[in-house]
């Protein structure tokens, strides 16, 4: 799961912010006008924009490299002491514009209610002498990165230059680049590899209906048009869908959770998509966890960060399946879910008529090589077969009740014939355990598992325990 992955290094250029939030109580109406009197109580500073992708980014654990563009003013050290909070990023790349003010957006607020926002910036074209800069700095950046993150927010900074800049240098260092995007047309963008829109961006590119999944799609496709890439849609409470220049559609659903700001909500999930893909996750999978990091960001007042840990707690909640018994076919689907949740697939089988310590050893064993443990039974015909016409002790439905209420056991399956070859053909875990009693070229399925790009475990086994001779032991007089 997302503990065990390994991160690399992330280049976020854009435009970066300084959030900051007045916080007090209101009491009373201002006797000069018809408006709330806020007591002041704190004033908090987060970093917004780009500088948000960059903390969020950072606070899953990956590297961070950010571009961006500040003023000569008394807001940028306050924008960098913040983002100086977070030890994995660089604001080495943060090029200052002594005509211009840092951006900044301060929220008056009372509990969990905004009173009033005032924005301070300017969006007049950059002179020629920053933008040099600002690829220079681009440039430097996306040499030692894994992934681009370009967050547009039409401040001025992913001006046509500099856009042409990073598009040509990643391609020529081979990693890919993803667009947060603002602007009208997507056009703009071509050379990217995938743009994250919300439904309002990709209705005023395309002009086209988005109330439906069809049309979502429909307009996804017209949005690759004009780029070349992949776009993924970010649709609030319906949650998200991935369309591919294969024409393959993945709609991922919003998760249940108390709302009480989006602010920032695009951040996380442009973050969030740009770590996982950074340590080798397919898009399918970053996008699974993009959207239960941006359930979580929901919850939180303002701009906010998700955590690696709360971000792995939640993607555990969402894949608790509680050792049911399932059908090979229910298997495989949730297999599939599982791993687009990033966790990774552990499979053993056996027939487990009595439960004795041995099999308890050999699955606790299993389960630690993994993330999700599935235990594949022999039925009862297939038991007579191997052990005999006396066996098994416990029909498989017993078994698989038994063996299904163990902590460790995600989902029980059953299998007929005398080995589970199929069951792992269907499956195709990443991880394959059996006992140590066997030898590697030995293990049922190991050779189709290793091709898929899995690994086969052997793990001790506890000497002495069996059913047979559990069996045996209770027929003496």
């Not at 690994?455 to 002495?464: A, C, E, H, Y």
């Amino acid at each position: 799961m997302i503990d065990n992955m390994q991160f690399g290094t992330i280049a976020v250029i854009g435009d970066v912010m300084l959030d900051r939030y007045i916080s007090g109580t209101v009491s009373r109406i201002s006797p000069e006008a018809p408006i709330p009197v806020v007591l002041h109580e704190k004033l908090t500073t987060v970093a917004g924009g780009a500088a948000n992708v960059a903390t969020n980014a950072a606070a899953l654990g990956a590297r961070v490299l950010l571009t961006g563009l500040v003023g000569a003013d008394e807001f940028a050290p306050e924008l960098i002491r913040t983002l100086r909070r977070w030890e994995h990023i660089s604001t080495d790349g943060l090029v200052t514009d002594a005509g211009r003010p840092t951006i900044t957006k301060t929220r008056v607020m009372s509990g969990r209610q905004q009173i009033v926002r005032i924005d301070n910036e300017d969006t007049t074209p950059l002179n020629p002498a920053i933008t040099a800069q600002l690829v220079e700095q681009a440039h430097a950046a996306i040499d030692r990165a894994d992934i681009v993150v370009c967050s547009d927010y039409g401040k001025g900074v992913l001006n046509d230059v500099v856009l042409a800049a990073i598009f040509a240098r990643a391609h020529a260092c081979g990693i890919p680049v993803i667009v947060d995007p603002k602007r009208s047309s997507f056009a703009a963008y071509r050379g990217a590899d995938l743009i994250t829109p919300n439904r309002h961006e990709l209705a005023r590119a395309t002009g086209l209906p988005l109330d439906t999944d069809t049309q979502v799609v429909a307009a996804a496709q017209a949005a690759s048009a004009q780029f070349g890439g992949n776009v993924l849609v970010t649709r609030s409470d319906e949650g998200m869908t991935l369309w591919q220049t294969d024409g393959t559609v993945t709609h991922v659903r919003a998760k249940a959770a108390e709302v009480f700001d989006v602010s920032g909500a695009g951040d996380t999930v442009v973050a969030t998509l740009a770590t996982i893909l950074s340590a080798g996750q397919p898009v399918e999978t970053a996008v699974t966890i993009a959207g239960t990091a941006a359930s979580i960001s929901v919850g939180k007042l303002g701009t906010a960060t998700v955590s690696r840990a709360e971000l792995g707690r939640a993607l555990m909640r969402d894949t608790q399946d509680s050792g049911k018994l399932v059908t090979l076919a229910q298997a495989a689907a949730i297999t599939s879910d599982w791993r687009h949740h990033g966790m990774r697939v552990v499979f053993t089988n056996g027939c487990f008529d009595l439960l004795h310590p041995g099999h308890i050893s050999l699955l606790q064993a299993a389960a630690a090589t993994g993330d999700k443990l599935i235990v594949a039974l022999n039925t009862d015909h297939s038991v007579k077969r191997l052990k005999g016409e006396s066996r098994p002790i416990q029909d498989e439905q017993a078994r698989a009740a038994v063996i299904g209420a163990l902590r460790m056991v995600d989902l029980v399956v059953l299998f007929d014939e005398d080995t589970p070859l199929e069951a792992i053909r269907t499956i195709m875990p990443d991880i394959l355990v059996k006992g140590a009693d066997y030898r590697e070229d030995q293990v049922v399925g190991g050779d189709i598992v290793k091709a898929g790009g899995g690994r086969v475990v052997l793990v001790d086994i506890v000497s002495g325990r069996s059913t047979t001779a559990l069996v045996k032991a209770a027929a003496r007089p």
